[in-house]
């Protein structure tokens, strides 16, 4: 490490977090990028690293909610906008990094391609996302990644798991060595204060420009089709790798009796042997699918949810186009 440098400031967000100890635990080497406090800052943001380490949490605590959404601007348009969230004049439009959101180490070496590249070129600010205290061989990849000269932020996630508070320092230099990082947050995802205070980090990142999207504007999606989203989401994470993608969910049956949904699902599977797959001994699996998306739709429509999952297999489904249409692929 280098004795000259200089030492790390705190940073405001993590205020709460030296105090716990009294360990500075942050920097911001910060960037007023120009004061215009009443003009609209708007900016593209990729959220990076390696599985597991909480990409998809601080996405989910940043945007509120899943969401899909459709572009209103050309330079959005290229890309997959997974949430868009709108704090005072500051909105923040999340963009998906192909291949980053994959849950097994092995598809790292698949997110070494030029469309993860060129996504990153093309936003305005990047959050490496690592575990706090670590950086290991597959971190090192995917900060291999992020362009030069990219503004990038350093996430220390799971601060929370981390014991010994004052290795964070040391820690934190070794990481500025590493990259030139334009600011330095631990912070924990899963801690809702932590993740208002990074609103006020990113801030002066975003591009003094107009906002792409309405400021309640979170998607252009149907509450059905998030609906769907949700279910085909915790299918294949709870089932891995062992179900092949061309899996898909119908809805069935949508129905609103005041504050509660009445809804019913199908999951359409190519074989008996994914059908089995799905439902699982005793029907376990199928029943933890269930209650994970119930939990989550009952949080995303702010409403009591009774749902109902079946599993169908349908031969070949992926190969015809009568059923795509009928799925709702048109
Ligand atoms: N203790 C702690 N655990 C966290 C925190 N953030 C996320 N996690 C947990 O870390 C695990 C991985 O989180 P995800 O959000 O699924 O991570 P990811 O990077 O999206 O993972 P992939 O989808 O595999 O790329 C989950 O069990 C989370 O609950 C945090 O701040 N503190």
Not at 53 to 63: C, D, F, I, P, W
Not at 66 to 77: E, F, G, N
Not at 144 to 163: F, H, M, R, S, Y
Not at 190 to 218: C, H, M, N, T
Request: charged share 25%.
């Amino acid at each position: 490490m280098d004795p000259d440098m200089p030492p790390i400031p705190q940073s405001p967000a993590l205020d709460e977090a030296a105090a716990d100890d009294g360990a500075p635990a942050a920097t911001a080497q910060s960037a007023e990028l120009g004061a215009n406090p009443d003009g609209q800052r708007c900016g593209l943001i990729a959220i990076v690293g390696r599985p597991n380490v909480g990409k998809s949490t601080l996405m989910n605590a940043l945007v509120g909610q899943k969401i899909s959404i459709t572009s209103k601007k050309a330079q959005t348009t290229r890309h997959r906008i997974t949430g868009v969230r709108t704090v005072d004049e500051a909105q923040f439009v999340f963009v998906d990094t192909p291949g980053f959101q994959m849950q097994h180490a092995n598809a790292l070496n698949r997110t070494l391609n030029r469309t993860v590249q060129s996504t990153l070129g093309d936003v305005d600010l990047v959050l490496f996302l690592v575990e706090a205290g670590r950086f290991g061989m597959a971190d090192a990849k995917v900060l291999a990644l992020v362009p030069e000269g990219k503004p990038t932020v350093l996430i220390a996630n799971k601060l929370d798991a981390v014991q010994r508070r004052n290795d964070m320092l040391p820690w934190l230099k070794s990481m500025q060595d590493r990259h030139a990082f334009a600011e330095f947050v631990p912070m924990s995802a899963q801690k809702q204060s932590d993740v208002d205070r990074l609103f006020a980090i990113l801030k002066p990142y975003l591009p003094e420009q107009g906002w792409f999207y309405d400021e309640d504007a979170l998607t252009d999606r149907s509450e059905k089709f998030l609906a769907s989203e949700i279910i085909r989401e915790k299918l294949f994470r709870l089932t891995g790798d062992e179900l092949p993608y061309t899996s898909t969910v119908v809805i069935d049956q949508w129905k609103e009796e005041g504050n509660l949904r009445r809804i019913a699902a199908t999951i359409v599977v190519e074989r008996d042997a994914h059908k089995g797959m799905i439902i699982g001994e005793g029907g376990e699996r199928l029943k933890r699918i269930g209650s994970e998306a119930r939990q989550e739709l009952e949080r995303l429509m702010e409403a009591k949810v009774f749902l109902e999952l079946f599993v169908k297999v349908r031969s070949g489904w992926a190969a015809t186009e009568e059923h795509l249409r009928s799925y709702g692929y048109e």
